[in-house]
Each structure stands twice: as C-alpha cells, then as structure tokens.
C-alpha cells in the first residue's frame, strides 16, 4: 500500500493506494518562499509597478477607502494593512479619513471577530471596518452601464473615496483565470445587480481557469475598476501553506500581470493524460463551506482539458462546518431532476448572484460524479443537490477501486491551488 495525505481545511486527512495501481500526484511547482514577509510586503509597496509611491500620490484630507479580502480568503492582511496605513500617513492621510471595506461580494459578512483575526487588534482598534452589502441599495452608488450593457454599480464608500486601494491574492479563478488586480471591486464591492449580469450563462461558457487573455469576465473586471477608479493594488501569490513566494503592488493591471506570472509558473502543471478518479484536497478557509469547497472540482473539469476522464468520479474530502454557504444554489439543485435540468434551466431563465454554483456543479456532474467525504452536511442532503458522500475519504477510495481495479488515479494534494495541463491523450 502507498501511503498519500490531503488536506481537509487544518486537518491532514491519510489514505492508501493499493500496490499496482497507477497513481500520479499533482502538486505545485516548488518556487522559492520569502524569507521574510513583512520586509517583501514594504518594499513591494514601496516600490510600485507602473505607479507612483501611495505617498506621493495622496493629499492631505482626501479620504482613503482600502478594500480588503474576506473571510474566505487567507492572505498577511494583518501585515498589509499597518505598512499601507503607514505609507499613508506619510502623504499625510489621517485615520479617520481611512475606512476599510471588506470585499464579501455575495458571501455572508464577516464577524468583529473575525475582522481581528483577519486584520489585527490595532487595525481594527483604530480604524473603521464594514462588510460591503451587495443587496442595501442605500449603500451602492449607480455609475452607469458598462460597454456591453453591464450595471456598473459598487459600495457607495468605495464611490465616494478619492483614493481605492485593494489587496488581494492571485490564483486561479473560473471565471477571472486568475482572482487579483481588479476583481475585489469589480466585484467584491460590487451591487448584487452588478454580480448577477456578470455571473450568467453566457459569460460563464466563455471563460476557463487559468485563462486571462480572450476572457470577456477578465475584461469587464478592468472596464468597472476604470469606471471606479482603482487606484492601487497589493496582491500576493503564495503556497498552499499561504507561504508568499512574491508580493506585487502599483498599477491595478500591471502589477497583476506580473503577478501572474509568477502564479502561472507555480500552479500550472504539465500531465500526461486524464484520470479515472481524482481526489481533490481543500485547504482552510475554502474548507468552510461546500459553496467554497466544491471549487475543489472546478481544476478536473474547467481547466484547458478535462483532469477527470468522462463518466470519471472527483473525490473532495471537506469539513464543511459551514454548512452549504450561500443558500440559492441549493434550493435550485433541490428542485430539479438532475444536472440537464439545471443547465437548462440556467439556459432559460438565469439565475441571482451567487446561484451559479448550481450550473457549474451540473457542467461537471454531466461529465463526472462528485463524493464529498468526511463531512458535516448530512448524505442525504448532499444527495438532495445531485452529490455523493462516504463517511472518510478511504471508504470512498476504495468503493471507487472495487468498481474499477484497474482505475487511473490522480492526486491533488491541493486541488483550488495547482492547475493541472493535461498534454497527452
């Protein structure tokens, strides 16, 4: 037996392979880490790409709104935020002209404790912190349509400021290729109008992981920040431990494309051909929630070409203490028959914001069978919505080699980080 570990949020979830099965393990390509945080974080925002210093750029009285990542994501916030405010205060910004607005986009909002958790106890103390609502229309400004008859409608706060930085961090993203640059208000600030006309049907066919370039999601995300006025990005790209291997800041666009490079070189991973059961690891905090968790599967199907060969099965061990996350999407799964009826119902009638978890659960159900594990929803609520469950990852390892012993499986330790190329077959 071959001994193999994933993650399941914090926890490191142990399984075996039989001996003569074939099995190939994707991971990331190693790149170095840096020593160093917080002095990486410094000199990135000191030194912007394609920008001036934040310093030089700011005046006296201007209000600042800084928008920072949610709950869902994990990134050094807690050092990010005091070397910006700092930067600040040298162009001569004052604290009460800060305000800090979390990007939950369609997600719940985060807590107070979890606001110190995420930015530290003297970030929180000293400044004011808001969950962005993407349903309070007395919250949101309208700024018009966007080229292709997009509503361009964001956080009145974020309107309203002189100055918009945003943090972030690049990896893949389904619909984006890469999250970053200017997604967070794009989208993270955006109004549910804004998120809806973005997340449909249409724009969801067209768009695949790891691809910026030809991307019309990708190019509405640069018109709205234009509209806006984004005026500064810190992103980073890090590890599935959330180890940073770089830190870029400056230019919205710029600075994410070279962002991207250094992501690209570190997730995209070249295989020989298509598996018959993938087993997808989640790390924290996507573990949360089966919304977050469930992107698990997106590598083995959205990428260039499908992971997971057809009538194949992804394996997703998730905690899910959280529950399903955003409710829509359930209620829609739960009252149709099967992946066809969802995608056509998708087809015909659209969905809200946050709903379309639904329509890529059924693309990838069409195409594969999802067994979540080791989690907290009940079987027969994840049945409800078209999955299937096993009560730990070996059972449903070993459930899927007694159907096929002479199956094909691949690993990915960290299956919402590597992105795997499949060249072959």
Aim: charge should be negative; hydrophobic fraction near 45%; proline fraction near 7%.
């Amino acid at each position: 037996m071959a001994s193999h570990t994933v993650p399941n949020g914090n926890t490191a979830v142990h399984f075996t392979i039989p001996e003569g099965i074939d099995a190939t393990i994707v991971e990331t390509n190693p790149l170095p880490r840096l020593a160093d945080p917080a002095e990486a974080i410094r000199r990135a925002i000191l030194n912007p790409i394609g920008s001036p210093r934040l310093s030089e750029r700011v005046k006296p009285g201007q209000k600042v709104a800084i928008i920072a990542t949610d709950i869902t994501r994990k990134l050094p916030e807690e050092i990010i935020l005091p070397i910006l405010v700092e930067e600040l205060g040298k162009g001569g910004i004052r604290g009460e002209e800060i305000t800090i607005v979390v990007a939950t986009g369609t997600h719940r909002p985060n807590t107070p404790v979890e606001f110190v958790a995420m930015y530290g106890e003297a970030i929180c103390s000293r400044f004011r912190v808001i969950n962005h609502n993407a349903w309070a229309p007395e919250g949101l400004v309208d700024l018009g349509r966007s080229r292709n008859g997009i509503p361009l409608v964001v956080n009145r706060q974020v309107a309203e400021a002189d100055i918009r930085i945003s943090t972030g961090v690049i990896e893949t993203h389904l619909f984006a290729g890469y999250s970053g640059g200017v997604k967070s208000v794009a989208v993270g600030v955006a109004g549910e109008a804004t998120i809806g006309a973005t997340h449909n049907y249409a724009m969801m066919k067209n768009t695949r992981l790891g691809q910026i370039e030809n991307n019309p999601f990708r190019d509405f995300l640069t018109e709205a920040a234009t509209a806006v006025g984004l005026d500064f990005i810190v992103n980073v790209i890090q590890t599935g431990n959330k180890e940073l291997v770089r830190v870029v800041a400056g230019d919205p666009v710029e600075a994410f494309r070279e962002g991207v490079k250094t992501a690209r070189a570190m997730v995209e991973v070249e295989i020989d051909r298509p598996g018959d059961i993938v087993i997808a690891g989640v790390a924290y905090p996507k573990s949360r929630d089966l919304y977050q968790a469930s992107r698990a599967a997106n590598t083995s199907f959205f990428g260039p070409r499908p992971v997971v060969k057809k009538g194949g099965v992804i394996l997703i061990p998730a905690g899910c203490e959280d529950g399903f996350g955003h409710p829509g999407y359930v209620d829609w799964m739960q009252h149709c028959e099967g992946p066809a009826a969802i995608i056509q119902y998708a087809c015909d009638s659209g969905f809200a914001p946050g709903d379309q978890k639904a329509l890529i659960l059924a693309w990838i159900l069409e195409h594969a069978r999802i067994v979540v594990t080791d989690c907290r929803i009940a079987p027969a609520e994840l049945a409800a919505i078209h999955l299937e469950s096993a009560p730990t990852l070996q059972a449903g390892i070993d459930a899927e080699l007694k159907k096929r012993p002479d199956a094909r499986v691949i690993i990915i330790p960290d299956a919402l980080l590597a992105l795997p190329i499949v060249r072959g077959e």
